[in-house]
């Protein structure tokens, strides 16, 4: 039985006949079974039947309930629906998002508060939830432009560091172009990606997961340089493919490429060039102007391409 389902009844069944305000409630925030991932093991700790209450400023509720339901420990909080946003996401609900708060926003934490369940709703909650639920698209944009960027620099350092007899740092480079190919897919499905524990559940169930999977575990199967460069290329067609399904912008043509001449293949579209292109929002446009960092989860993994250490700090 999911905890969803569980908190829902607890919800339903115990809280909801002792209150007599406006309210809100919900299951929202940290766990797995917001996310809708827990399983037989997520139940040997923090497994409780709880719902999050929201009342207006200065109404004092705390319901009694029972210490289990379904036999698991029970808990309520009581929150207000400013003070919760302020402190999750450092968000004034009653303001206008702009870019630079979007890209404040940890992705996996918008995903917890845009995922779980919304059991009643006197209070907006869903209202405020509908407003996270996506990212703008020039801020789309830009993500997929900064996770484009992150890609291309590093598809030739496979082969440069093999090329040397550093199997194992080619194999860490192309372990981490296959999260940031993944990372990609999320952006491109318009869909947040959650923390690492369920980073490749959540793949799995995109719509481009079963596709894209084999691919990728390829590079990650690799034993020689060689073997991980073809298989990145095939991995990148692959993305590069749900892109031009997708229509995010018109169709990108791929090319092979080979830096400076080096026996290094890497495959390559514009994606950069064509994304840019489409980019309205002066602030967004700003933002890319300066560098193209990405959101806070990117940045420290970013700046070190920084052209020199000043530009680096001026995102610090």
């Not at 550093?166 to 480079?173: F, K, M, R, V, Y």
């Not at 596709?211 to 290329?233: G, H, I, K, S």
């Not at 495959?267 to 300066?290: C, K, M, N, S």
């Amino acid at each position: 039985m999911s905890g969803l389902g569980i908190c829902e009844r607890f919800y339903r069944k115990v809280v909801r006949p002792q209150l007599d305000v406006p309210h809100s409630a919900a299951l929202l925030g940290r766990g797995s079974e917001v996310l809708g991932f827990d399983d037989e093991m997520s139940t040997d700790h923090n497994c409780e039947a709880r719902v999050l209450l929201f009342v207006d400023h200065g109404v004092e509720v705390q319901p009694e309930v029972p210490t289990t339901f379904e036999d698991r420990p029970t808990w309520v909080e009581v929150h207000t629906l400013h003070k919760y946003f302020r402190d999750q996401l450092a968000f004034d609900i009653d303001a206008e998002l702009t870019p630079q708060n979007w890209l404040t926003f940890p992705e996996s934490i918008l995903r917890q508060h845009t995922a779980g369940g919304v059991f009643h709703d006197d209070l907006g909650l869903a209202a405020v939830r509908e407003r996270l639920a996506y990212y703008p698209d020039d801020v789309w944009r830009y993500l997929m432009i900064t996770a484009w960027w992150r890609v291309h620099p590093e598809m030739n350092l496979v082969g440069r560091a093999g090329y040397v007899g550093d199997e194992l740092g080619s194999a860490l480079i192309g372990a981490q172009l296959v999260h940031d190919l993944m990372q990609l897919c999320f952006l491109i499905e318009r869909t947040y990606a959650p923390y690492r524990k369920w980073f490749g559940t959540a793949f799995n169930r995109l719509s481009c997961g079963p596709t894209l999977t084999p691919l990728l575990r390829e590079v990650l199967r690799a034993e020689t340089w060689q073997q991980r460069e073809e298989a990145l290329m095939a991995a990148y067609r692959g993305v590069a493919e749900l892109h031009n399904r997708s229509a995010v912008t018109t169709p990108i043509e791929l090319g092979v490429e080979q830096m400076c001449g080096r026996p290094f293949k890497v495959v390559w579209g514009d994606f950069i060039g064509t994304l840019t292109a489409d980019l309205q929002d002066p602030a967004v446009l700003q933002l890319y102007e300066r560098w193209p960092v990405g959101g806070i989860e990117q940045i420290r993994d970013t700046l070190w391409k920084a052209v020199d250490r000043r530009q680096a700090l001026d995102f610090l």
